[in-house]
C-alpha cells in the first residue's frame, strides 16, 4: 500500500502536532469501552494487520483508551510496536471502567493509577495525549484538570484534552486548564457539534478531532432501506446511538450520498471522509477500520478533495 502525505495541525497551544487521519483502535479486543464486548471485537492477528497497513500507509497517530477491550486495545498497540521496532504517536483515554462493575471517573488517584497501567500496556513511558473520556459530574474539574496538569509536568504526557464534552463543559475546561484537544463524534449524520464546540474551538485554541466518521457504518452503504441489518454490525451489536437512523429521511439522504460517489468514482465513505475533511475547524479525524481495505477511503478522501459547491450540497442533503 503506497504511502500517502497526511498534513498536520497545531494540536492546540500545546506546542505539538496532530495528524489529520489517525488510527483509531477501539475495536481491537473488543468493540469500545462495552465490558459485554470485552475479548471479543478485532482478535490480536487482526489488530496487527491493521496497524501494519495503517503505517504503510503513512498514518502516524494511534488513538485508544484504558477502556477498549478492557486494556486489550492498549496491550495490542504496545505489543506491535515492539514487535515493529517503531513507535507512533499515541492517544489514550480514562474514565470508564475496565471491568464490569469497577471503578469508574476522574478522580486524581485513579487517573494516576490508570496513566501508569496505560503506559505499562503501551510499553512506553511517555504518552503523546492523554483525554478525560466523558465528563465526570462527580469530580471537580479543577481536580482532574490538575491531575493532567500534574502528568505534563512530571513528562508522562505531551498534552491533555478530553471528549465527549459538551460546549458547556469544554469552556469549563478551557477556563481551568490549557486542553489542548477536545475529540467528539462528528459526521454527515451527527452534526450537533457545528452549533457550538467547533467555534468554541477556534475562540479558545483548542484543536478538534472527530471521532465515528462514518457514523457505525451508515455512510458506508452498509445499511440499506427495508433490508436486515448485517450479522457482526454495529446494528447488531451496540444499535442504541444509531437507532435515530432508521428513518426514510436519513436513507434518502444515503442514496443521494451513493448516486453522487458512483458519479465522482469514489467510494460513500471516500466521499464522507473528505466532506469532514473539507470542514477547516476540524484538525483530525480518527477512523476505526475493522480490516485493511478499509483504509482505501482515506485515500479516497485524501486524493480527492471535495470542493465548495459540492460539500455545500452534501451539507445541505445531510441537514
Known sequence: MA????ETRPLGRSGLEVPRIMLGCGNFGGVGSAPEFFGQGIDEHGAFALMDAAWELGIRHFDTADAYGGGRSEAMIGRWCASRGVRPAITTKTFNPMTAGADRGLAPERIERQLAASLDRLGTDRLDLYLAHEYDPDVALEDTIGAFEAARAEGSIGAYGVSNFDAAQLARAAAVGAPACVQNAYSLL???????????CAQCAV???AY????GGWLTGKYRRGRPFPGGSRMNQRPEPYAHFVRDGVFDALE????????RGVSMAGMALAWLLGEPRLDAVVVGPTRPEHLEPVREALGDPLDATTRDELSRIFA
Do not use: K, N
Open 3 to 6: 504511502p500517502v502525505l497526511i
Open 256 to 263: 443521494t450520498l451513493e448516486r453522487m460517489a458512483r458519479e
Open 212 to 215: 465515528g466518521p462514518l457514523a
Open 190 to 200: 451527527d452534526r450537533g457539534d457545528e452549533d457550538g464546540v467547533l467555534g468554541l
Open 207 to 209: 484543536a478538534y478531532a
